[in-house]
């Protein structure tokens, strides 16, 4: 059954980076548009950003633009969300997923993904 697996989540101290992964199983993420997603204890599921099917277009919360970046290594079959100056309340567990689409579609709409992750944790504490 085809779904999506995230790692690098962890533990890290508030400024700090980290990088998380998306890959697949069962499926290629070249046809298939790319969504980052968080929720945190007690809040509502969160768009992070997405990256198309070319990756030619990307969104970016605005809690975050300007200190997260999406891209894709298709030759590598994986996503990345790449996390910079990293503060408290981006403490969430983060969740890929994708969907098949135009090659220039990006939405952070969480219906419309087709295959998600089980996510990874995120913990922004000194």
């Known amino acids: 059954q085809s779904h999506l697996a995230e790692s690098g989540g962890g533990l890290v101290q508030p400024g700090g980076s980290l990088r998380l992964s998306c890959a697949p199983s069962g499926f290629n993420l070249d046809y298939y548009a790319i969504g980052w997603f968080r929720q945190a204890p007690g809040k509502e599921r969160e768009g992070v950003g997405c990256?198309?099917?070319?990756?030619?277009?990307?969104h970016y919360a605005a809690s975050v633009k300007g200190r997260f970046t999406i891209s894709r290594d298709n030759a590598k079959n994986t996503a990345y969300l790449q996390m910079n100056s990293l503060k408290s309340e981006d403490t969430a567990v983060y969740y890929c997923?994708?969907?098949?689409?135009?090659?220039?579609?990006?939405?952070?709409?969480?219906?419309?993904?087709?295959?998600w992750g089980k996510g990874t944790q995120v913990t922004v504490s000194s």
């Open positions: 990256i198309s099917v070319s990756g030619g277009l990307t």
């Open positions: 997923a994708a969907l098949s689409g135009p090659r220039e579609i990006c939405t952070v709409v969480a219906g419309s993904y087709d295959f």
